[in-house]
């Protein structure tokens, strides 16, 4: 149980494009789900929290514009990166929370972002 | 505010011996405690956490943890390493009123024959 799945893997895109990652928990209803940023051999740098229904709460230091995040249902939460550049690469992980206990959030497998 | 501190970047051991990664953290009262670990190009998956009671957490994957509050730690030991355990292991406290973690900056291990 409490399996949270990401979307997709991997991917490469071009200077100037949007990218959208998904993030799915698979066998619960995730009432908050989290995004973080992780750095070559760092460590995880909160990036936002999104609550099924309601607009996304944006640590100090990120940018909403860019990091479009939508969290439409219990089980999806979405980050579009905007008009991505080469420093927006990156490894993006999500988590998710199924309100049961306390801050035990689940991980998805990540993403790796690449700009070109 | 609240900080949570891993020592050690990097941690070398052999198969079989045991392991040490020491965590402390920096909070007022009894913090929520968790371990992670992260395999190469992994999400984290949650190896043990601390709320309450027993301060002798017993986790997966033959993981334990203990939680000192006089010495603000909780460092994860393991009796005898296997290959498959190398990875990055990340500690973490609950932020205080908050579903938030707070991360360190995590310790690699490397596991020799």
């Known amino acids: 149980g409490a399996v949270v799945s990401q979307h997709p893997s991997r991917v490469i895109c071009k200077s100037g494009t949007s990218v959208k990652i998904e993030c799915r928990s698979l066998?619960?209803?995730?009432?908050?789900m989290f995004w973080y940023r992780q750095f070559p051999k760092q460590s995880l740098m909160l990036m936002a929290t999104s609550n099924e229904g309601s607009k996304a709460t944006y640590e100090q230091g990120v940018e909403k514009d860019k990091f479009l995040i939508n969290h439409a249902s219990l089980t999806l939460s979405t980050l579009t990166v905007t008009s991505a550049h080469p420093e927006d690469s990156s490894f993006y992980i999500c988590?998710?929370?199924?309100?049961?206990?306390?801050?035990?959030?689940?991980f998805g497998p990540g993403t790796r972002l690449t700009v070109l | 505010a609240q900080s949570v501190t891993q020592p050690d970047i990097h941690i070398t051991v052999s198969e079989g011996a045991s392991l040490e990664l020491r965590c402390n953290y920096s909070y007022g009262a009894t913090p929520y405690l968790f371990w992670y670990v992260q395999s190469p190009g992994q999400g984290l998956q949650l190896l043990l956490k601390?709320?309450?009671?027993?301060?002798l957490v017993q986790g997966i994957k033959g993981f334990e943890a203990e939680f000192k509050r006089s010495q603000s730690s909780f460092n994860l030991r393991k009796p005898s390493v296997h290959w498959s355990d190398a990875a990055e292991y990340f500690c973490?406290?609950?932020?205080?009123?908050?579903?938030?973690?707070?991360f360190g900056t995590g310790t690699r291990l490397q596991v020799f024959p």
């Open positions: 973490a406290v609950g932020e205080d009123g908050t579903d938030k973690l707070i």
């Open positions: 066998d619960f209803q995730a009432t908050t």
């Open positions: 988590s998710a929370r199924d309100g049961r206990g306390y801050n035990e959030q689940f």
């Open positions: 601390y709320f309450s009671g027993d301060t």
